[in-house]
Each structure stands twice: as C-alpha cells, then as structure tokens.
C-alpha cells in the first residue's frame, strides 16, 4: 500500500507540469498602467486617448515601453535598434509583449493573440492590425469589418508593418 501511495504522489507531481492536466488552467494576468502623460514610443502620442490600440513591452532591463498601436509594437519589435536608449539588442530582451484585446478591453498576451489586417478599423497611426484574445473572435471581427487575413504574433513580418506605414 506504502509503494502505491508513493507512486502515486510521484505520478501526481510529474502531471502537476502538464497544463492541460491542471485542474485550473489559470491564465496569467497582464495589466496596462499607463495614465495620461503616457506616450507611445514610435509616435509619440498619448496613448490614453486611444485604449483599444495600446500595446506595452517589459524589457529585461527593468523598462516599460508604451505604443499607440500594435503596428507601432510590431515596428519596435522588428527593429528595437531603431530606438537604441531602450537598450534592446534582440527580442530575447523582452520580458512581456501586451496588447489591448480591441473588443474587450482587456489586456492580453501579444504572443498568443491574432491579428486583423485590412479590416476597416483604423487606430490612431493609421491602417493597423487588431488585436484579439481568440481565433474565432479574430474571425468574427474580420468578417464584420472586412478584414482580409488573420495573423498570429510570429507571423506578423517587417514587411507588413513597413506596407501599412507605406514605406514600401
């Protein structure tokens, strides 16, 4: 009965690791604490004014750095030696990438988010990808607004970002 009991604990701390199989799947929580001097760092605009837009990222350096909009996070990401007192080398000196989910409000992981491009909602830099918690709530938006592709996080490149601030 002893080695049962034993077995059993050994058993039920190697499934403690294992996400689905956690009673409580508790998702992390993310905040956005910005105030109204806030200023995104690729426009420099006030990013209270626009709360479906904001998006943040946690550098490892102890730095927080606010953007008016996903495009302006994804500009960022892409090329952070752009804004070189931030002190980021690569994106393995990100901590945490937040965006504001556009229907709910809610802030959420950048990383697992999908993205709307070319639907008919324009933040305050322009054309924009919208974010959102889910794919269906990422399908649904696009088929309201005319959105024309979704987007997870890795797939989102340069060269998207660059077309919808016309550069390209």
Known sequence: MKLFTVLLFITSLLLADTPALKPFNAQAFYSMDYDKNTTGLVRHLKVYKAPKWVAK??????????????????????????????????????????????????????????FVYGSTATSPSGDDLVPLATKEAAEKFSKAYSGKRIFKFDEVPDALIRLLNGRI
């Open 57 to 114: 990222i946690k550098v490892r350096n102890g730095k927080t750095v606010y953007f008016s909009s996903p495009k302006s996070m994804f500009e960022f990401y892409h090329r952070p030696g752009k804004w070189f007192d931030v002190g980021v080398k690569s994106e393995r000196d990100f901590s945490e990438i937040v965006v504001t989910d556009y229907e709910t409000l809610k802030p959420i992981n950048a990383e697992t988010a999908f």
